[in-house]
Structures are given as structure tokens and as C-alpha cells.
């Protein structure tokens, strides 16, 4: 089954503590996203990729931070989490080219520092 | 600056009704635009993709309209039920390296039995 997977689905955390967020696609797909969606402020992109080491900010990149060492998996990272990063977080992936393509999400991570 | 917005918030109506979901867009310049429902505690769920070149999509009971002079998309559930409850976002794809999607609110669907 084509999908984007997500681990952990939820998770509860203290200001500081380090921690990662795994997205993981089993399409084959170049482009790979991060959004957050805060009530009020819908979702807003974190970071992008469009293949395997290339990635660049989104409009709220403060704070995280990913890599793209596989063309599967795109990880992210919170080094420092602090109270503002407690959000619903979605990983997208979608084909990239010429051509206009739709996007696929995940089915979100819940995280909350304290 | 790409802005989006849903009307209504939240809509109530009982089981059977047509019912039509608005989505409005400040720059037509769209490379293309996509319906999605969320479930509560759930991911997001594509229902429909609309090229920038189409005028509407029709999967099954939704069908989704596109005007881009106006900047306007509308999404149209025809003999609703109770399953069909959920938040309904629009989102616009703009041109450009980013492929980001530029996301509404959403309008809180209710459908009562």
C-alpha cells in the first residue's frame, strides 16, 4: 500500500530535550515536505526537499532542522524543543517534475513540550 | 503574499442536503489547487487535485469547481451523510522550486443523522 508514515504518532517532552520525528514514503517520491498545523494558523510548511541531499527552509524553519539521506526518509529534528514547537506535525511527499502532482500526508505526529 | 481562506468556518446541515464549501485565493497565479478532508486525530486525506488549467474535478459525490480569475474554488458534496463529517481544507500550490502548499482554515463539517 502506497503511503507516508510517521513515528511516533504521539509524543509528550520536556523544553531541551532532543528529539527526532521520522517520516518515511514508500513511492518513490523526489519531493518530500514538513508543515505544522496550529489551530487558527492552519498548516504552515517547515522545511522541503526535492531529492536525496537537497533541502531548504519553509517559512517557519526556527528551531528544526532535517536531513535527506535516503530518498525514503525524511527526518526532523528538534534539537532544543521548546513550548512554542507544540503543534500537529505532517510529513507530505509528492513525485516532482514538469508535471503538477498531487501531495501525500502522512498521518500526523502530536507533540508537547513542557 | 498567497492568502487563503474558507467559508464557512463550521456548517451544520442534516443528512441528505447538497451542500457547497467555499474556498477563496488572493493570487490567481496558482500552479494548481487540492481539496483535502482531516479527520479528527487523523492525517490528511486527498480528495481532489485541480490543475490550474481545469475548470472542475468530480470524484464520486464531491465535485470541485476552479475559477482562477476570481480566485475562487468550490467544493460540492451532493447527498451528504453522516460519514461525510470531518474538516475540509483547500490548499493552492504556487509555482516555483518550493512546491509548497498554501493552506486555508478549513470549514468543520457537521452532518447530522
Same mark, same amino acid.
Given at each position: 500500500e502506497a503511503q507516508v508514515t510517521q513515528n511516533p504518532r504521539y509524543l509528550i517532552t520536556v523544553t531541551g530535550k532532543k +528529539?527526532?520525528?521520522?517520516? *518515511?514514503?514508500?513511492?518513490?517520491h523526489e519531493y518530500m515536505s514538513w508543515y505544522r498545523q496550529d489551530p487558527g494558523l492552519g498548516l504552515r510548511q517547515?522545511?522541503?526537499?526535492?531529492? $536525496?541531499e537537497v533541502t531548504d527552509?519553509?517559512? $517557519?524553519?526556527?528551531?528544526?532542522? $532535517?536531513?535527506r539521506k535516503e530518498k525514503r526518509n525524511f527526518? +526532523?529534528? +528538534?534539537?532544543?524543543?521548546s513550548p512554542n514547537q507544540t503543534s500537529l506535525y505532517f510529513c507530505a511527499? *509528492?513525485?516532482w517534475g514538469t *508535471?503538477?502532482?498531487?501531495?501525500?500526508?502522512?498521518?500526523?505526529?502530536?507533540l508537547t513540550v513542557t | 503574499k498567497q492568502e487563503v481562506t474558507q467559508i464557512p468556518a463550521a456548517l451544520s446541515v442534516p443528512e441528505g442536503e447538497n451542500l457547497v464549501l467555499n474556498c477563496s485565493f488572493t493570487d490567481s497565479a496558482i500552479y494548481n489547487l487540492q481539496w483535502f478532508r482531516q479527520d479528527p486525530g487523523k492525517g490528511l486525506t486527498s480528495l481532489l487535485l485541480i490543475q490550474s488549467s481545469q475548470r472542475e474535478q468530480t470524484s464520486g459525490r464531491l465535485n470541485a469547481s476552479l475559477d482562477k480569475s476570481s480566485g475562487r474554488s468550490t467544493l460540492y458534496i451532493a447527498a451528504s451523510q453522516p460519514g461525510d463529517s470531518a474538516t475540509y481544507l483547500c490548499a493552492v500550490r504556487r509555482g516555483g522550486a518550493t512546491n509548497k502548499l498554501i493552506f486555508g482554515t478549513g470549514t468543520l463539517l457537521a452532518v447530522q443523522p
Open positions: +528529539l527526532t520525528v521520522t517520516c *518515511s514514503q514508500n513511492m518513490n517547515i522545511y522541503y526537499s526535492m531529492n $536525496v527552509k519553509g517559512d $517557519v524553519p526556527e528551531g528544526y532542522k $532535517v536531513s527526518p +526532523l529534528i +528538534l534539537e532544543s524543543p511527499s *509528492s513525485p *508535471s503538477s502532482y498531487e501531495q501525500y500526508f502522512g498521518p500526523g505526529t502530536r | -
